[in-house]
């Protein structure tokens, strides 16, 4: 770095600094804001930070720690008081450690840091990061302030509307910081979508993301930037120098490192193998040293555990310590020849072990491990049988003394105990079968007493060193033996006199429980008898349930009888309980019925049969009248029925009969719908009966076949059927006149239709249709045919009736001659031309008719034609369908 008289060049004041520029407000705010966040990044490392940045410096207690955090050294050690000498002193401390390092502070005293000069804080806080953040910055032989914008620009020179000419108003939009984040770690910001045009944005972005990933604290907000004119250069020169110490050198570092680390790596190992030999070999020569006097020692012990725990120990050894040490000793062979052999491919000498460790000298010392080991194990075993003789007679009598010490352990309790008292029958039972089982394992266990017995008396005379103890043991089992005979005679006594007046009571229960059981079902189906909700529909049907109600109440008192027994078997359990003071344990185990629900359901019975008999009296009233409705519809609906059927009978004949004429025949018809509707009260009467019907709930009546619905829909019928009788004779009579028809011509038509109409319901099916029409001489094909259908039946419903047929008739008969006349007139108006013009029709017609012609006549196409000249004969084709005019 370039310097002259002994300073470097970024102290030297810039054209467009000034200090006094600190005191901007809006620019003392963002250097505050900068400054802090800078100084918390380094201060956070020791867990500690600043929030007043003129105030936490004041004792130069932080401000040290931060110089020691970003120098990497140690200062003087600082004053802890708290009087301003102390403050000031540290304060210099820290001044003339930044001055140590060439750094050259203008104006600034201890006693203003002290003080809380703002003005002087936050200048010697730029003069820090300056030297400690900037100065070091060096690309392409610029450096400090030119050096961080030449690596500003060169980084984001490829990014559009990015254009980094200093460190204010290049970087209001952000997209500056975005681009520096891009460049290094494109997947963090997705640039292509950030806008020149919205610099709260990009900023907030930036920051964000530098604060999230890059651990660069955020040092301003952006509104700190967008809202000021020019940002503090000082300010944004902090904040940029983070992103290049966060970014700048670390792919460099990387490639260093890796090309040193292969460079060492072989290094390394070739020393931690001679390491790891050095240890292995010393761990495994002091375990042999330490291993063979333990081998080699063979005092005896005195007792048997003694002995065992050293058989252990050896077994130990062999199977824990041993085998470890043996993969060790492998290891360590086949390390060293590694080693060597490594050393060998790397140009490196061999590697000698130091004095004492080489292979040969650890396998000299294996081979004496070995030695001592030989004969160890015989010489426990040996020592093993003999102690084992002599602890024989003692442990055999330790282990027949706890066996019948645990197996007498409670057993005196259990024979005290009075659980006989409050148990059950079968719980004496078992108790007694318990007790018999106890009976004969008590005989069985005499054998071990005497035994053990024997046994003490016999390590009395061989004069074993504990016998006072085994005599004090063996006297115990002696007396707890008698006192377990005792006690076993008198509960035998106790539970054999307990189960005879249990069997006794047990007896009673189950004859209880026999009796009880179908009593209480006899009351319980009583019950449910009684309260049955019963459904009848007939006076049969009520008669039969009274008389088996009365059927019933002539049992009640044989119950009655067999209730009292069932519960004199219940006073007599009672008197045995008194008498013989038994404690009986719950309730009877064969029911759960007792007397007090016998009394109550018994109670309950009785209150029942009363209610029965009104509910059967109610009832049959009710089926009387229900009868007698029955009867009154029936005699009206057989009436009405019949009738119904009779008219409908009359109709169809007068319908299809043809005497007189028809106004005769409308005549006639009219009188019947007279008559008819002057029946409508009965109808009326009838649906009243009905109604009372459904009230009174009846669904069925033997008395007739009719229901209302049969009525109804007979009524309708007949309405309907007249109406519509009616409606075709007035039709016919319409068509008679408007066609000229005479009577005898009806009558020929009726005639014709109803000899065809084989099923004699008043319709023609299609087929018989068809067989009408050839029997009247139509020639007819399957399209003739299914054009006389459209006209005769429109709705397709496969059926003629005799008015259709009669409007077919007269209408076939009319057409003929109305196209007759129609063509002989185009023929006049034609002339001798086999065609007429257009323009004659409009002439001789109308102009609503002429177009109505023209519009239904095709082009003439015969070879005496003319322009504009029409087929008349089309016409007919058009009105008339073909035909054989």
Known sequence: MDSYDGQPDYMHPEDDWDRDLLLDPAWEKQQRKTFTAWCNSHLRKTGTQIENIEEDFRDGLKLMLLLEVISGERLAKPERGKMRVHKISNVNKALDFIASKGVKLVSIGAEEIVDGNAKMTLGMIWTIILRFAIQDISVEETSAKEGLLLWCQRKTAPYKNVNIQNFHISWKDGLGFCALIHRHRPELIDYGKLRKDDPMTNLNTAFDVAEKYLDIPKMLDAEDIVGTARPDEKAIMTYVSSFYHAFSGAQKAETAANRICKVLAVNQENEQLMEDYEKLASDLLEWIRLTIPWLENRMPENTMQAMQQKLEDFRDYRRLHKPPKVQEKCQLEINFNTLQTKLRLSNRPAFMPSEGKMVSDINNAWGNLEGAEKGYEEWLLNEIRRLERLDHLAEKFRQKAAIHEAWTEGKEE??????????????????????????????????????????????NELDY???????????KICDQWDALGNMTQKRSESLQKTEKLLETIDQLYLEFAKRAAPFNNWMVGAMEDLQDTFIVHTIEEIKGLSTAHEQFKATLPEADKERMAILGIHNEIAKIVQTYHVNIAGTNPYTTINPQEINAKWDKVKQLVPQRDQALIEEHTRQQNNERLRVQFANQANAVGPWIQTKMGEISRISIEMVGTLEDQLTHLRQYEKSIVNYKPKIDQLEGDHQQIQEALIFDNKHTKYTMEHIRVGWEQLLTTIARTINEIENQILTRDAKGISQEQLNEFRASFNHFDRKRTGIMEAEDFKTCLISMGYN????????????????????????????????????????????ASFKILAGDKNYILADELRRELPPDQAEYCIARMAPYTGPDGVPGALDYMSFSTALYGESDL
């Not at 008969?813 to 007759?820: L, S, W, Y």
Request: hydrophobic share 45%; glycine share 2%.
């Open 414 to 459: 259990m024979l005290q105990r009075k659980d006989f008292e409050s148990a059950s029958l079968s719980e004496i039972k078992a108790l007694l079968k318990k007790h018999e089982a106890f009976e004969s394992d008590l005989a069985a266990h005499q054998d071990r007493v005497e035994q053990i017995a024997a046994i003490a008396q016999e390590l």
């Open 465 to 475: 060193y504990d016998s006072p103890s085994v005599n004090a043991r063996c006297q």
């Open 780 to 823: 007819l094909g399957e399209n003739e045919f299914a054009r006389i259908m459209s006209i005769v039946d429109p709705n397709r419903m496969g059926i003629v009736t005799f008015q259709a047929f009669i409007d077919f008739m007269s209408r076939e008969t009319a057409d003929t001659d109305t196209a007759d006349q129609v063509m």
